[in-house]
């Protein structure tokens, strides 16, 4: 992989795990127009390294929320954010389930399936339309509404289907804030990319034998960089209800690469 393909991909994988138009999805089309030819091994890695990277960046943003829950799940007190890490907890379920029962499925689905990409990518537009229009309230996510969330980041592990997206839609179509609905989002990925991390170092998915880790090195900036621009930027805009300027592009985007895929 040359640099600047591994710029380009950090890029698009900072920006798009945040913003709801799939960063899985996006990563697919990136790696088709640019001809990525790298060993499914390798790309794996690579993909893994950005992962972490928007981790990181998450972990960044939110760094007073994460220090303070820190704090009160290590007094054992049973307030409101050792009940917001149990929502976490919750919330992760479903996304776990199908990680582990159907991971060979799931990676049957990645790998240039542009047509899939595309018909995903125009269903993430119509939850972005409906979000959009959702009215905003007070209401904090109830641990029903933190395991039915995580059904729909279950859902967004199918390339073209925004995870955060998804979650934060499905969030504020429950009716919760739409402040408190990118809050949570956010921050109930990282446990599950940390935990994946982990399983395919175990696993011994990885292999770093012919890696190349200044490539890795200047894609993990990239991701990590632009996903601090993405996720600040992302928490103003679905409280301003601005959504449905992604519906639009997801549509194009979709719509695009169905037919790309028939050329």
Known sequence: METIDAIVL??????????????????????????????????????????????????????????????????FQWNENLQFVVKIIVSMIPAAIVGVFFEEQLEQLFGGNIVLVGFMLIITAILLFLADKAKDTNKKVSYKNAFVIGIAQAIAMLPGISRSGATISTSVLLGNDKSKAARFSFLMVVPLIFGKIAKDILGGELTYDSANFSTLGIGFIAAFVSGLFACTWMIKLVKQSKLSYFAIYCILVGITAVIWSFL
């Open 10 to 75: 950090g890029i698009i994988q900072g920006l798009t795990e945040f913003l709801p138009v799939s960063s899985s999805g996006h990563l697919e089309l990136g790696k088709a127009i640019l001809g990525d030819n790298s060993l499914p091994k390798e790309s794996l890695l690579f993909t893994v390294v950005l992962h972490f990277a928007t981790a990181l960046s998450t972990i960044v943003i939110f760094r007073k929320d994460i220090l303070e829950i820190i704090k009160d799940v290590l007094k």
